[in-house]
C-alpha cells in the first residue's frame, strides 16, 4: 500500500481567488484511523482555507502532542508548522505570533493536550486574546494510548474497556464562556455544513477564536454508553442558529419583520435565504450565551454553533500597541536608534 499522493491532478480542477485549487491545500495521506472524526475537520479546514481564497504560505498552524495533534501533518502542507511537545503549543503561538503579526495561527489540540496537561496554557491564551484560531478535536480519550477517559470524558459514561467514569467532565466551552474568550463554538466532525463556515469565520475573526470540535474515536470512544460516540452526539445535537459565512465586500443589507424571510443575493451571485425568528440567539450576547450553554448542559443537550463573538475585540497586538511592521522584520537601526531616541524617551517619563 502506497502512502505518498500521486502529484498528478486534473489539468481543469477550480481554482479560488489567489489561483489555488483545492489540492493545494491538502497534506500527506492520513495514518489515523479509518473513520476517524479527526480527518473529517482537517477536510473541513482545507476547504475552508480553499473558500477564503488564503494563500497557504500566510498560514501558520502548530499543535501539541496526540492523535489530534498529528493532523497538520494531514492538511495545508504548503504552510509553516511547528509540532510542540505536549500542552504548551500556546506559549509557541503567542511567541510566534508576537514576531511575526502578518500571519494566520491555526492551532490544533486535543482534549488530553488543552484539558489536562495543556490547562493552564489553555487558560492564559484566552485571557491574552491571542489573535489565533484554537481548534480542539475533542473525543473523550486518550486514543494514541490505547483509549484511556480524558477530563472531558463525561460523568458516567461507559469506556470499551467496560468501565464507568466517576469523575465530573472538564467543559471546555462553558470555561472559554466563562473566561470571555472573544469567540466560541462548537460543533461536530460529522457535520461539515456547520463546521466549514465557523472555521471561516474563525479565521476572519481578530482576537482569541475557539471551537470545540466533538469528534469521535471509532476505535476507542465509539461503543454503546459513551456520549461522545457517533450515534449519541447525533441524537443529541441542538443548533442554537444556523451557521453562514459572508466574506468582506461592499455592505449589503436587508430590512423585513421578525418572523418573515427573504433570500439575498450574494457578491457571487449566490443566494442566501434568511429567516428571522422571534427570540433567536444572539451571539454578540455574552450572557445570553452562557444562558443558553447552562440550560443545553442540564437538559443533557450538546449545544453547536457560535455562542458569542466579540466583535470589538482587541487583539494582543493592540493591547501592547505594537508597530505595524512585523517584530521579526525589524531591522538593526530601528532596535537601535541611538542616544537620541533613549534620551527623548526618558524625558517623557520626567
Partial sequence: MSYVKPVFSHPELPANKVGYRKRDYEGAISTLCAGCGHDSISGAIVQACYELSIEPHRLAKLSGIGCSSKTPTYFLSNSHGFNTV????PSVATGATMANKDLLYMGVSGDGDSASIGMGQFVHVIRRNLNMVYIVMNNGCYG??????????????????????????????????????SFVARSFSGDKKQLVPLIKLALSHPGFAFIDVLSPCVTFNNNVGSTKSYEYIRDHMEYPAPPDYVPKA??????????????????????????????????????????RHHEAVA???????????NQESQTLHQLFNTIETPLNALTERELMPGQTALEKINQSFR
Fill in 86 to 89: 505536549h500542552g504548551r503549543m
Fill in 144 to 181: 494514541l494510548t490505547k483509549g484511556q477517559d480524558s477530563a472531558t470524558a463525561d460523568f458516567g459514561s461507559i469506556s470499551k474497556g467496560g468501565s464507568q467514569n466517576h469523575f465530573h467532565p472538564i467543559d471546555l466551552v462553558g470555561m472559554a464562556l466563562e473566561l470571555r474568550a
Fill in 250 to 291: 461592499k455592505e449589503i443589507t436587508v430590512d423585513y419583520e421578525a418572523g418573515s424571510g427573504t433570500t439575498v443575493t450574494l457578491h457571487d451571485g449566490s443566494t442566501l435565504r434568511l429567516d428571522k425568528l422571534a427570540g433567536d440567539h444572539d451571539p454578540t450576547d455574552h450572557l445570553a450565551a452562557l444562558r
Fill in 299 to 309: 437538559n443533557g443537550e450538546i449545544l453547536t454553533g457560535l455562542f458569542y463573538m
